[in-house]
């Protein structure tokens, strides 16, 4: 069920517990392993740099996109996620899957610097971006490092394997410097009507 006013206003929300097993973590993985792989670019920032443009200087990651119509189930058992951890804690509007999943991979060295993940400008909205989401697909102990830090430096979200975080899309948040292995992430967003 889902409530209309949220019991508590929080801002960050991490699930308690995996939401996809370790084998749903390898399928997504693989599902995302199959479609074209990008280097992964930046939007207008602090630098003033372009959408869609490379800079290893921000973002130093591979990653492609799961189309809807690949993982079906995987968009409905995410979708029931969000819209429950909305419905309890965000309480924002007319909140819906608006973009494809993005599958994410930081090599030792791979980092993604301080941004926010909607667009100040609005140019390219509604829906907008209000929610964002980070499951870990890896297993904790594949890497070292990478860690998701919401806020300021050294607050760090640490998620084991299929478990997922939801923050508000305006909250800054960076990934750190992977030091050893392979950090696999999913990453969506959700939007809806403008904030009010």
């Not at 996809?20 to 992964?40: L, Y």
């Not at 860690?147 to 960076?174: C, D, N, T």
């Amino acid at each position: 069920m889902i409530l209309t006013e949220p019991r508590w206003k929080s801002y960050i929300v991490q699930t308690n517990n995996p939401i996809f097993s370790p084998k749903q973590c390898q399928m997504v993985i693989e599902a995302g392993r199959k479609q074209p792989r990008n280097d992964a670019e930046v939007g207008v920032g602090k630098k003033g740099i372009k959408s869609g443009a490379l800079d290893t200087n921000v973002r130093t990651s591979h990653i492609s996109w799961i189309p809807f119509a690949e993982m079906t189930d995987m968009y409905k058992d995410i979708e029931k996620t969000m819209l429950a951890t909305n419905g309890n804690h965000f309480g924002f509007e007319g909140m819906q899957i608006t973009e494809m999943a993005q599958y994410t991979e930081y090599p030792v060295g791979g980092f993604y610097d301080w941004h926010n993940d909607n667009e100040l400008n609005c140019q390219n909205e509604p829906p907008v971006r209000k929610i964002s989401m980070t499951i870990l697909l890896s297993p904790e102990n594949e890497f070292e490092g990478g860690h998701l830090e919401l806020i300021k430096e050294g607050q760090a979200v640490k998620l084991k394997q299929g478990q997922a975080v939801f923050f508000a899309s305006f909250i800054r948040h960076r990934v750190a410097p992977v030091t050893k292995g392979v950090r696999k992430s999913l990453v969506m967003w959700f939007g809806g009507t403008p904030l009010k």
